[in-house]
């Protein structure tokens, strides 16, 4: 029997008025689709062996270079021993992560004008579905953010925004994450972002609009990365190294831990339900208060969209005690930044 493809006007009419959201890259590549593909990225890539790297696999795809080189370095825990090899591949996979970072970096929109009033009302429509609800996010990127922000005390169309980011309660310049702080969250980065810095004591704390010294964000991330100091982000090539990193950071396990507490419905947009990211969907699945999880498909006939349909067809079968149902909906229905 084929799979029921609903549009996004049919799953918000069937869903509860509580409801959770977790974007994935689409989110942004459908706005700046020039910039947030990998293989716009992988453009950028100077360095010429990993440049190499990329042309072996025949692949645009960072995780999935980061992925083969994590298990080769598994491999050669056995037959390594006198790490010869090891090492290189090791320094291999730190660098392609600053890179990564660095091309995102380099590559983003400069200032929140680069998205138009009219995109910004669109984008306002959807998250409205999701005001009641919690907030998450894979994308290292400030679009979500800059939504936000213009939003945050619009006179006729507000949105809810918390990230958890409080003034430092000695430096009024710098706003930190901490915990017992960040009560009223309800906007989660779950691998981090290209704002979030882990500062040499351990503090996370979120760049902002520089107005004294006339800096943007990007300015400061690319300042702070010249000067060798990288924001927290997760880019771990599988689920087992992206959960360890998670787990070693205050405000990313925290982020991810939220996702056991949320209840009734959760949607999905613009995630291609990688295994990489399993680490998340599993804690999803795990948690028996959501009733419903409404996964988006770019194009229902593509192959990426049997594989996602194959793959949430495993979890019915897996998690048939929780009574939950899991239903799917076409993404380009939702008209996130335009009609």
């Known amino acids: 029997m084929a799979e029921k493809i609903y549009t996004f006007a049919e799953c918000i009419e069937n869903s509860k008025e509580k409801r959770h959201l977790i974007l994935g890259n689409g989110f942004s590549m459908d706005i700046f689709p020039d910039i947030f593909n990998y293989r716009k990225l ?3 890539i100077t360095d010429q062996d990993i440049k190499n790297l990329f042309d072996e696999f025949k692949t645009s795809d960072f995780e999935f270079v980061m992925s083969r080189l994590a298990e080769t370095l598994r491999v050669l825990e056995y037959y390594d021993k006198k790490k010869d090899i090891s090492p290189t591949i090791d320094a291999d996979a730190a660098k ?7 091309v995102i970096s380099e590559s983003h929109p400069e200032f929140p004008a680069k998205i138009t009033d009219d995109q910004y009302l669109h984008c306002n429509a959807f998250l409205t579905h999701f005001e009641l609800g919690k907030k998450y996010t894979f994308n290292y990127d400030l679009i979500l953010y800059w939504t936000y922000m213009h939003f945050l005390n619009h006179q006729d169309c507000p949105l809810k925004c918390d990230d958890g980011f409080r003034y430092d309660e000695d430096d009024h310049s710098t706003v930190v994450w901490e ?22 004591h351990g503090t996370i704390e979120k760049y902002r609009w520089n107005q004294a010294a006339g800096k943007t964000i990007g300015d400061q991330v690319r300042e702070s990365i010249e000067a060798n100091k990288f924001p927290v982000f997760i880019s771990e090539g599988s689920t087992e190294h992206k959960l360890k990193r998670i787990k070693g950071n ?25 295994d990489e990211d ?22 229902p006939s593509s192959d990426d969209s049997t594989r996602i349909i194959e793959k949430v067809k495993r979890w019915r079968q897996d998690y048939t005690s929780s009574g939950r149902e899991y239903i799917f909906y076409e993404t380009t229905s939702a008209k996130v930044w335009r009609d």
Do not use: T
Not at 182 to 196: C, D, K, R
Not at 288 to 296: A, S, T
């Open 42 to 44: 992988a453009e950028r």
């Open 96 to 102: 392609l992560k600053k890179i990564l970072i660095s």
């Open 179 to 200: 915990i017992g702080r960040e009560f009223e969250q309800n906007l989660y980065y779950l691998h981090g972002s290209m704002h979030i810095f882990k500062d040499k």
């Open 250 to 274: 205050g405000y990313l396990a925290r982020s991810f831990s939220s996702l056991r507490n949320i209840r009734d419905d959760l949607f999905i947009f613009g995630h291609s339900v990688r």
């Open 278 to 299: 399993d680490h998340v969907f599993n804690i999803m699945n795990k948690n028996k208060g959501l009733k419903r999880i409404f996964i988006g498909l770019f194009d």
